[in-house]
């Protein structure tokens, strides 16, 4: 069993997907809603007993026990599993909450649901550089879907923008893998390690022209200045729970630089070492000043959150530049932190919609909303958690990638970008509180309800971010865990292992 | 061989991403597809272009390599179906704002004499 524990995090949610495509349960919400949530628990279980035992050791498992180099390799790792954990437990939060009704707003939320995830958790683990693209695929589709559910002009448009760009991302993706193909002769991500390392100068050049083609395409999906316009228009008109769960798709991007560019292209590669490097240090500080500058300017809540998760981004390339131990490891941290809360934020942005009415999440004056105490004391614990303020995980985190930059001509820029980051984050968010909250005219509340499902998702993922200050040595210690594995990675002994397993 | 074959999908990108760069989603989508033609023939020849040669071990001493073609393959039915739902997205959004621009509405690009 443990043998195969790797493939669950993929089969589950497949499996789960196809069961709700079943005309007995396709035609039952209560049924829909019971057999996703089991499944999502399922995967979840299964997410964290992969965590426990890549603990131990990496774990190589070869599909249809096709070896590698020649057949399809996945690879769980510390960061892997621990990624893997976090998209299970961000899908279970959100899939509560949509089921208090956002699930019945159109078709086949549950399947497109459950195959989202199965795509975010196959990119997690794949160990082979075109099955990478194959997961980016479905969980593309399964989120061109998942973005237009509940209809509406603003909806369609804005996934018009979103759904051709990918296109072209995708493009792009297969002709870097054949670059990569054609100069390396493989495409398992281990085995095309070493072999970077020893490529002659012509075909050093075709693959570095494949290797940048790639981070294009990456940069793409997880936002990265200039490719990132796309993003808060799409977040921002998504359905919450969608939006939510998108949380993670910036972080697929940025797992897969992290593999890529820094494993395979990584301290080792010869004459192709880091040949991302220069590249991410310009582009991760100025992904993080015009986020900066767009969660200014922005005019609803979701927008704002938008802008927050494009600077987390920038705050994570930034990390992924610096490309030390310690850097890995307070990004793995801050990159579990920034996925939850801003998940979080999506969630309680979208109560908000439901409670003010035409004025939906815009900064105007409305209509005061019922429950406001609670609604108050949840969207101040997610500010705090967000701008990086002590006593929640932003502060633990944003203060370890701190202290990971060492160099001091770094520091100059990094320090001040990030923490220019935080304030932004800080007079965003307090003119939104201030005007969600204070600005309302007229005394009557609105009827609508919140729906206790919902409050309940929110509050789990909330209280996940003291917990993860409170359990912060186990965390650090698996994101140590996770950035040993990927740095570990680099070796070609390590790897030689993993390619004859 | 290989010239010709380079030029083929040279010329089939250029015009894919030229047609692309337009602001309307018809000719959005033809270029997508010409670009995933272009794409899928640049997989074919990432093993290398050989004519005539097997692509079994056994057969021949020259043999092909097969695992482009089984990407070529992967690559032409998730290319078919994206290019699929491009269409009938473009075709709803086309139906929504009633022009097939992708902002959803014709830019004023008129030049207005400066008062």
């Given amino acids: 069993m443990i043998k195969h524990l790797i493939t669950l995090p993929i089969l589950l949610p497949m499996l789960t997907g196809l069961l709700l495509l079943l005309p007995q349960l ?9 057999t996703a949530s089991l499944g999502n628990l399922a995967s979840l279980i299964a997410c964290v007993y992969l965590l426990i035992a890549v603990q131990d050791g ?5 599909l249809g026990d096709w070896k590698a180099p020649f057949g399809i390799v996945l690879y769980g790792d510390g960061l892997s599993a621990l990624l893997v954990c976090l998209s299970c437990l961000l899908g279970f939060c959100v ?6 009704g956002d699930d019945q707003r159109g078709p086949f939320f549950h399947p497109l649901f459950m195959f989202q995830i199965m795509g975010i958790n196959g990119a997690f683990l794949t160990g082979d550089i075109f099955n990478l693209f194959v997961f980016f695929e479905i969980l593309l589709i399964a989120s061109y879907s998942l973005m237009v559910h509940g209809g509406g002009k603003a909806k369609i448009q804005a996934n018009v923008h979103y759904v051709f760009l990918n296109l072209i991302g995708s493009a792009l993706f297969l002709f870097a893998l054949g670059t990569l193909y054609g100069a390396t002769g493989t495409l398992n991500m281990a085995d095309m390690a070493q072999r970077v390392a020893l490529l002659d100068a012509e075909q050093q050049l075709i693959a570095k022209a494949g290797a940048l083609l790639l981070l294009a395409v990456f940069g793409l999906k997880a936002a990265m200045v200039p490719v990132h316009f ?20 910036t972080k697929v991007g940025l797992y897969s630089i992290w593999r890529v560019h820094g494993a395979i292209f990584g301290d080792y590669a010869g004459e192709l070492a880091n040949v991302a490097q220069p590249w991410l240090w310009p582009i991760g500080l100025a992904t993080i000043a015009l986020g900066v500058i767009a969660a200014l300017a922005s005019q609803s809540l979701r927008t704002l959150i938008s802008n ?23 990004g793995v941290y801050y990159l579990i932190h920034s996925t939850l809360s801003c998940a979080a934020m999506f969630l309680l942005a979208g109560v908000f919609v439901s409670l003010r009415g035409k004025a939906e999440d815009r900064l105007v004056s409305a209509k005061p909303m019922p429950r406001a105490g609670l609604l108050g004391s949840l969207f101040a614990l997610l500010a705090i958690a967000l701008i990086g303020m002590p006593p929640l995980s932003g502060f633990v985190g944003k203060a370890l990638i701190l202290q990971s930059i060492q160099q001091p001509e770094l520091q100059l820029w990094a320090w001040s970008a990030i923490l220019i980051g935080g304030l932004a984050a800080l007079i965003g968010l307090s003119r939104a509180g201030t005007t969600l909250f204070w600005n309302t005219s007229g005394d009557h509340p609105e009827a609508s309800t919140i729906h206790p499902l919902q409050i309940t998702a ?40 993993v390619s004859q397993w | 061989m290989e010239a010709v074959f380079a030029a083929c999908v040279g010329f089939m990108s250029a015009c894919g991403i030229f047609l692309m760069l337009r602001g309307h989603t018809f000719t959005l989508v033809i270029g997508l597809t010409l670009l995933s033609y272009a794409v899928n023939l640049f997989l074919f020849a990432s093993g ?40 009938i997205l473009a075709m709803r959004g086309r139906s929504d704002s009633g022009n097939d621009h992708v902002d959803g509405k014709e830019p004023n690009l008129e030049w207005k004499e400066p008062r």
């Fill in chain 2, 48 to 87: 290398g272009l050989k004519i005539g040669a097997p692509d079994v071990l056994g057969a021949s001493n020259d043999y092909a390599d097969p695992l482009p073609q089984a990407l070529v393959l992967t690559a032409i039915v998730i290319g078919f179906a994206m290019t699929a739902f491009a269409v």
């Fill in chain 1, 458 to 497: 929110i509050l789990l993922l909330v209280i996940s971010l003291p917990l993860m200050v409170v359990f912060g040595g186990v965390l650090t210690e698996l994101s140590d865990t996770a950035a040993q594995h990927l740095h570990r990675a680099l070796e070609v002994e390590t790897l030689l292992e």
């Fill in chain 1, 308 to 330: 927050l998760v494009i600077v987390s981004v920038g705050t994570l390339l930034i990390t992924i530049y610096i490309h030390q131990l310690d850097a890995t490891r307070a």
């Fill in chain 1, 95 to 100: 899939h509560l909450y949509a089921c208090a």
């Fill in chain 1, 26 to 34: 396709r035609h039952n919400v209560r049924y829909q809603r019971v």
């Fill in chain 1, 58 to 62: 990496i774990i190589a498992y070869a």
């Fill in chain 1, 230 to 249: 796309w993003l808060p228009k799409t977040y921002a008109s998504a359905t919450a729970p969608v939006a939510a769960l998108f949380a993670i798709m």
